[in-house]
């Protein structure tokens, strides 16, 4: 018997935390457990409100905790943003296809990140952390608008320990340790092998197109630079046709692609 | 199972089925009404209005928050090859066919019986033959019935189709019969080729269109267009929708909701961002997605030359016109 693919399984805020001026973490808990691995994606209902695709940020693996981080940026992220521990939404998934983990693994890594993008990012950063020895050198540039919005400031000290991180804000204050300017600024500053390094990089359109156009200079080639891919995922899984990006299904052919494969479709980095 | 049902019978067979599940078939209006008492039918009068889409993927239903989605059973008679062609090569295999299968639409497919008609008068709007079909096309019917002086030949295409002509008195087919069926058929295909010669597959419209993404061109062609979404909606192969929510008085459900491509706000992200902002892009996209990723998806187009939305555009946009002038 096939399953409705369109039931949620019902979960419960447990935790609200404010990351930014706009980003909040919610850490809910679902009534079964669910299976992501990282760069998967869920749909969260915000009951009244509508349904939004959201990459979860926590660690994965079979579970019925998750953290989803979510910047207010519409009509249901408003609402979401209203909700208090107790509260229920429903979460249906996982979707899409995550990070290829196989290709990450005994090389150079260097991860860019810009704005909500740390969100999946930050579940990578966990799965890394989980299986260190692998990941021999994780590189990290993460740029943010202004200090304030830096996501998951409290967790870059103990990333610091382990992995080369540089930060930029494209506006700075006197409290900024980072650089001012956009993300791509970075890439002067770091030293790569990039006949062989494998880039990942997740973040705002605009800043996926530049970070990615400028590792092509370094030498990375495109099936070398990996992508996430954020467009309209309604169903989440091939049914709906919202998410199509040339001949791609964002939902279940993505949202994890390499450069190579979408770079010059039409659109995509609009 | 084959046979002529004379024509003086028809109306006693068509009450036998009523009896048994609902049967709806094209009224006067047009559309698809439910048969009863005094009921005047009209096989002929094409295109079907609405056709069978809303049978089988309603405009708007339930798809979770509940146990069971689709109503009863349902016969629908005077259903048409390029509405049976999208229903099979596109509906049921976008929804049925891939992973993971949608149940909600199973349960509606399932609902149905489906009779279908030739085409003996193809309406000047009908382009069935160049997108692959044929206005006489049976394929996925349970049951087909052909026009003939006295009645209708039937023929049973499943046991759904053979079980409905159980027990229905079947006369001879004549060698006039089928040589004036063989006629009628030819007729209709030269018809329908008359209005639109293109071949979808030889002709590669998707390529054409892939070359010919220039704004100049779409632009031009989508001046008229008010973005109503009407071609969309009328259209036996689009399947796009949203998910929302309804309420059944009792408790708050998902809702499934056809969507357009044509609307302004289909491909929207949060934040704002669209990947086509200009109405020509968004016009663009209806053909590049039917006749390019459909064709590469379901290798028929996401067109099956039915006409609707030439008959339904208040622009008065006219899908061969902009095709047509690919090849200029």
């Known amino acids: 018997m096939n399953k409705n693919p369109y039931s949620p399984i019902k979960a419960q805020i447990k935790e609200v935390i404010d990351e930014t001026p706009n980003i909040k973490t919610f850490v809910i808990e679902l009534e079964?457990?669910?299976?992501?691995?990282?760069?998967?994606?869920?749909?969260?209902?915000?009951?009244?409100?509508?349904?939004?695709?959201?990459?979860?940020?926590?660690?994965?693996?079979?579970?019925?905790?998750?953290?989803?981080?979510?910047?207010?940026?519409?009509?249901?992220?408003?609402?979401?943003?209203?909700?208090?521990?107790?509260?229920?939404?429903?979460?249906?998934?996982p979707y899409g296809n995550g990070f290829p983990l196989d290709r990450l693994r005994d090389r150079e890594l260097l991860i860019v990140g810009g704005g909500c993008g740390m969100a999946p990012l930050r579940s990578l950063l966990h799965e890394i952390l989980s299986d260190r020895n692998r990941y021999p050198r994780v590189i990290m540039l993460y740029g943010c608008k202004t200090p304030r919005d830096m996501l998951y400031g409290d967790s870059f000290g103990e990333w610091?320990?382990?992995?080369?991180?540089?930060?930029?804000?494209?506006?700075?204050?006197?409290?900024?340790?980072?650089?001012?300017?956009?993300?791509?600024?970075?890439?002067?500053?770091?030293?790569?092998?990039?006949?062989?390094?494998?880039?990942?990089?997740?973040?705002?359109?605009?800043?996926?197109?530049?970070?990615?156009?400028?590792?092509?200079?370094?030498?990375?080639?495109?099936?070398?630079?990996?992508?996430?891919?954020?467009?309209?995922?309604?169903?989440?899984?091939?049914?709906?046709?919202?998410?199509?990006?040339?001949?791609?299904?964002?939902?279940?052919?993505?949202?994890?692609?390499?450069?190579?494969?979408?770079?010059?479709?039409?659109?995509?980095?609009? | 199972m084959k046979g002529k049902i004379k024509r003086d019978k028809f109306d006693s067979i068509l009450k036998k089925w009523a009896a048994e599940k609902p049967l709806f078939l094209p009224g006067e209006s047009g559309l698809l009404e439910e048969y009863g008492d005094d009921f005047k039918y009209d096989l002929e009068k094409v295109p079907v209005w609405g056709g069978i889409k809303e049978f089988v993927f309603p405009s708007r239903n339930a798809v979770a928050g509940k146990e069971k989605f689709a109503p009863g059973p349902v016969i629908l008679l005077g259903v048409r090859g390029c509405d049976l062609n999208a229903l099979k090569g596109i509906f049921d295999s976008i929804m049925i066919e891939q992973e993971p299968v949608d149940t909600v639409y199973k349960s509606f497919r399932d609902r149905v019986t489906l009779i279908s008609v030739d085409c003996n008068s193809p309406a000047e709007t009908c382009f069935c033959v160049s997108t692959g079909g044929s206005p006489y096309g049976a394929s996925g019917s349970d049951l087909h019935l052909s026009a003939v002086k006295d009645g209708y030949i039937a023929e049973a295409l499943s046991e759904e189709g053979k079980r409905l002509l159980g027990g229905v008195e079947l006369d001879e087919i004549s060698a006039s019969d089928e040589r004036k069926y063989s006629d009628r058929k030819d007729a209709a295909v030269k018809m329908v080729k008359s209005n639109f010669s293109l071949d979808s597959q030889k002709d590669l419209i998707g390529e054409k269109i892939k070359n010919n993404l220039n704004k100049s061109y779409w632009d031009e062609k989508a001046k008229t267009c008010m973005q109503c979404g009407g071609c969309n909606f009328s259209c036996p192969s689009c399947y796009c929708n949203v998910l929302n929510e309804m309420s059944d008085s009792r408790k708050v459900l998902k809702a499934l909701q056809w969507d357009s491509c044509q609307l302004s706000g289909y491909a929207r992200v949060a934040g704002g961002a669209t990947p086509r902002p200009h109405l020509w892009q968004g016009f663009r996209h209806r053909y590049y997605c039917k006749f390019s990723l459909m064709q590469g998806e379901f290798d028929m187009p996401g067109c099956t030359g039915c006409g609707r939305?030439?008959?339904?555009?208040?622009?008065?946009?006219?899908?061969?016109?902009?095709?047509?002038?690919?090849?200029?």
């Open chain 1, 32 to 93: 079964e457990e669910m299976e992501f691995s990282t760069g998967q994606f869920v749909q969260l209902t915000v009951p009244g409100a509508g349904e939004c695709p959201f990459t979860p940020s926590s660690k994965t693996g079979k579970t019925a905790l998750m953290d989803i981080t979510v910047m207010k940026a519409g009509a249901a992220t408003a609402v979401l943003h209203e909700k208090k521990p107790s509260d229920i939404v429903y979460v249906r998934g």
């Open chain 1, 160 to 270: 610091g320990e382990e992995f080369e991180i540089h930060k930029a804000a494209d506006k700075a204050d006197s409290s900024w340790d980072g650089k001012q300017g956009v993300v791509t600024e970075l890439f002067k500053d770091i030293k790569v092998d990039a006949a062989k390094c494998v880039a990942v990089v997740v973040g705002p359109p605009v800043m996926m197109k530049f970070a990615s156009l400028e590792l092509s200079k370094m030498g990375v080639s495109d099936d070398r630079i990996i992508v996430s891919l954020e467009k309209n995922m309604t169903c989440g899984f091939g049914k709906c046709r919202h998410c199509l990006v040339g001949p791609y299904y964002v939902c279940k052919d993505g949202p994890v692609f390499e450069y190579g494969q979408v770079k010059d479709l039409p659109d995509v980095w609009d």
């Open chain 2, 309 to 328: 939305c030439i008959k339904t555009c208040p622009g008065e946009i006219d899908m061969r016109d902009t095709i047509k002038g690919l090849y200029e």
